[in-house]
């Protein structure tokens, strides 16, 4: 067993294998959680290259790029939102975990065993399965996984488009592997399902052949995606698309995907496509009489609604025709080319902040998440052509120059310093 010490750097060929899963027990088992490097933060460069890949690829098939400036930021924005709790503590999946394993397991597994690193691989896989389908079935948590759908076209970036507190429910489905698990080899197969997601989210692959029995490919993700009938409540798989073919929940892409949620919410406001289906469930649980019934708007199916069955009428869901047309942004192309360079310049900032928070105080922490959130709203409603964009952004511009006159901010190009200073 290699030392664990030796594994806090990711190579860039470790960094390519991790986004598919094929990663070797020995390079990744790790004594204490500590020790466990955090991927999904190395991960960002790879993001990038792969989305990169993929333009390319659409283009010279097609002829245009795999999906629209404005549906990419707000996925890439809705990315950043999910992460921003992490700058000032440990995710909840960890945290809980560790809380269970250090007061109630069973028996410990030892860490640096082959067979509990597969064993973990299949365990945490399994979780994934039966959070991801609950998230589908029961309301309250369908109110925060929705985000992720909300998407109306289907690329890399969609894979980025996360919910802010979906991880306030998915910890429960793991938590029983606390019981023999460590965290430090859990903390890795959370980090390599997630990761192993990300190419799976795009249209440039086609059939994998013999692979599509075991594996979840894009094919079977993009039947996940679609909001065709046959598409609802379909290929709930991680990593392994067994699990669906074992629980009766497989459905093979056939017909033309149309992708999005069934009724499409029309927005590139981050907030409003994080929070939107909260607010939604608050007006229903009070408009809806009886006590048993409302306790039934909050965990029962997304379709739900007295005397239907406990998931909904498929009949109701909408009828697609293949010739439905994408809300997109009125904005001008300058101003999406605006948008993109006012993201690109706040991604290098998060990137930066990431990487200095433990050297940052706790106070230009949150005034940097608070500039984070404002430019991210900002450009939703720049994207979104809302009567008070204009507003927002001269706002966000002097609060930049606000944080950075007082040592909070600092511009990525030093010879703008001076600039700064006059202004």
């Not at 950043?80 to 503590?89: D, E, H, K, M, Q």
């Not at 997630?194 to 079977?220: C, D, K, R």
């Not at 109701?316 to 999406?336: D, N, R, Y």
């Not at 964009?389 to 706002?395: G, M, S």
């Amino acid at each position: 067993m290699k030392n664990p010490e030796a594994q806090q750097d990711v190579s860039v060929s470790q960094g390519i294998r991790v986004m598919f899963y094929m990663m070797k027990p020995n390079e990744t088992s790790f004594r204490t959680l500590e020790e466990v490097p955090d991927y999904v933060k190395k991960a960002t460069p790879f993001f990038i290259s792969l989305m990169l890949l993929e333009l390319a690829v659409s283009w010279i098939r097609k002829g245009k790029p795999p999906g629209r400036v404005d549906d990419s930021l707000t996925s890439m924005s809705a990315g950043i939102l999910s992460r921003l709790p992490r700058l000032f503590s440990r995710s909840i999946e960890l945290t809980s975990y560790v809380y269970i394993w250090e007061n109630y397991r069973l028996i410990g597994l030892p860490w640096d065993s082959p067979w509990t690193w597969y064993l973990t691989f299949l365990a945490v896989d399994f979780g994934y399965y039966w959070f991801h389908r609950m998230a589908h079935e029961v309301n309250i948590m369908w109110a925060g996984h929705q985000t992720h759908h909300s998407s109306e076209d289907y690329n890399l970036s969609t894979a980025l488009r996360q919910s802010v507190f979906q991880v306030y429910t998915s910890w429960i489905f793991y938590s029983p592997l606390a019981l023999f698990i460590p965290p430090s080899v859990y903390a890795v197969h959370l980090q390599f399902n997630l990761l192993y997601q990300f190419w799976i989210h795009t249209e440039v692959i086609g059939n994998l052949g013999p692979l599509e029995l075991i594996l979840n490919t894009p094919s079977h993700h993009r039947v996940h995606h679609g909001r065709n009938r046959y598409c609802i409540d379909k290929n709930y798989a991680g990593t392994l698309i067994i699990w669906d073919r074992i629980f009766g929940t497989f459905e093979a892409e056939s017909e033309k995907v149309v992708y999005g949620l069934t009724h499409p919410i029309n927005t590139f406001e981050p907030f409003k496509v994080q929070f939107h289906y909260l607010i939604y469930i608050w007006t229903t649980f009070w408009a809806t009489p009886g006590f048993f019934n409302k306790f039934s708007v909050i965990f029962k199916g997304p379709g739900w609604s007295p005397g239907k069955p406990r998931l909904g009428l498929s009949e109701e869901i909408p009828e697609v025709t293949g010739k439905e047309v994408p809300f997109s942004s009125l904005a001008s192309q300058l101003l999406k080319i605006y948008a993109v360079v006012q993201f690109a310049l706040l991604l290098a900032f998060y990137e930066d902040t990431f990487a200095d928070k433990a050297a940052l105080s706790q106070v230009t922490l949150l005034l940097r998440v608070c500039f984070i959130l404002l430019t991210l709203t900002s450009i939703g409603l720049l994207l979104d052509q809302r009567p008070k964009a204009a507003l927002v952004e001269t706002l966000r511009c002097l609060v930049f120059l606000t944080l950075w006159r007082f040592g909070h901010l600092k511009p990525f190009i030093p010879s703008l310093s001076l600039a700064f200073e006059i202004s």
